[in-house]
Structure formats: C-alpha cells, structure tokens
DNA sequence: CTTTTGATGCCCT
DNA sequence: GGGCATCAAAAGA
C-alpha cells in the first residue's frame, strides 16, 4: 500500500502510476498536485475550518470541495502532519467507461476524466463522499503495479506559490489535464 | 490552434 | 463582498 504518511508531495508522486476507482469506476492516476499547511495555496493554510475539516483528520480520507460553485475537487489526506493533501487531477479511464460516458455526456475519452472537475463528475463523486476514507470500498486504491516515469511542473489555477514544482504526471500520456513544460 | 468570457455557490474576512 | 485548487463554448488568428 502507498504510505499516506509521507509528505504530500512525495505522495503525490507515489499515486502517478495507480489505480483509482469509486464503486467500480476510475482509472489509472496520471496527475495530482501536492498541498501543504505551510503551503499559501493551499485550503489549509489559515487553520481549520468547516470546509477543510478533513485536511485536518486522519490520514487517507478523502476532501471533497466544490470549486466556482459548479464542478466539486477530490482530495486524499495524507502526510506526517495534519493540514496536507494530494489533488486528484485526471486519470486514464480504464474501468466503467460506458457508465463515465454516460455521467459525462462524452465520447471522446481522453476528455472522460481530464481535470479535476471532469474526473469527479465522471466518477460521481461529490459532497457525499467528504471524509470517506479512500482505503476501503466504495473506494479502491492499488498502488502503481510497476515503476512509472514521473514528471513535475508548477501548479495550476492557482495564484500563490506558483514557483512551487508541486504538480506530478505520467510522462508522455495523454490524458493530463494540461501538457507539462517540455524539460530543457 | 489560442484567448476570452459567462455560469455559478460558498467559504471566509 | 471578494475570490476562487474549473469548464465549455464562443470568438479570434
């Protein structure tokens, strides 16, 4: 099993590569972003409060925000402190496709679960699942089954501590969010 | 292809 | 009341 009490950003890296699903739908993690309490990006940053109640629980459960009043954002707690967690951005669609399509209103499956907000819609996940811890069913989380190549880059639709390389990916796929920065 | 803009809810100061 | 850890559609080039 991943080791959810190490740093968020370290496991943020560790998830590039594993399997995801909720009630039998998800894929593989090809991107996340690490948050931090000491972190000014971060929903932590200002102490605990109603929203970010689970940023300061036990370690594994997921965070469930809404974003711009629309699109809700999954979360894993993690780190040796309380205050941390990993983003979920986009996965690679691997199980229940015909039911993401359905809840997506797509075909175009590298679009299925290409952000945040996608992937949650995709998988059905919403204010329900706020600090349901993500290691047990409904939830399934399987550690990548082999070594993955990993590349890192700024964050992104943030505007504090933009400089921090705190956004992980599975080099080369091609269901990121975003492309990275070409290393040079 | 890139940039812009509107939709929209809610937490926090 | 300001400001979002966003997305899709529209408009420009």
């Not at 968020?8 to 690490?34: M, N, W």
């Not at 690679?92 to 907000?117: Q, S």
Request: aromatic share 8%.
């Amino acid at each position: 099993m991943i080791d959810l009490t190490r740093p968020s950003q370290q496991v943020a890296r560790d998830l590039i590569g594993a399997l995801l699903t909720f009630d039998g739908v998800g894929g593989v993690v090809v991107e996340t972003e690490a948050y931090d309490i000491d972190d000014p990006a971060s929903h932590a940053f200002s102490g605990p409060t109603p929203r970010n109640a689970p940023m300061f629980g036990p370690v594994g459960r997921a965070y469930v925000y809404r974003s711009y009043g629309l699109h809700w954002c999954l979360n894993i707690v993690c780190g040796p402190n309380p205050g941390a967690a990993v983003l979920f951005r986009a996965l690679e669609p691997t199980v229940g496709l015909d039911r993401m399509i359905a809840r997506r209103g797509l075909t175009d499956i590298r679009r299925l679960t290409a952000g945040p907000g996608r992937l949650c819609q995709a998988l059905g996940i919403g204010t329900a699942q706020n600090a349901m811890p993500m290691t047990d069913p409904p939830f399934h989380l399987e550690p990548a089954p082999a070594q993955v190549a990993v590349i890192e880059g700024p964050r992104i639709g943030i505007t504090k501590a933009v400089e921090q390389p705190w956004r992980f990916g599975l080099a080369g796929s091609p269901f990121l969010s975003r492309p990275f920065k070409p290393l040079t």
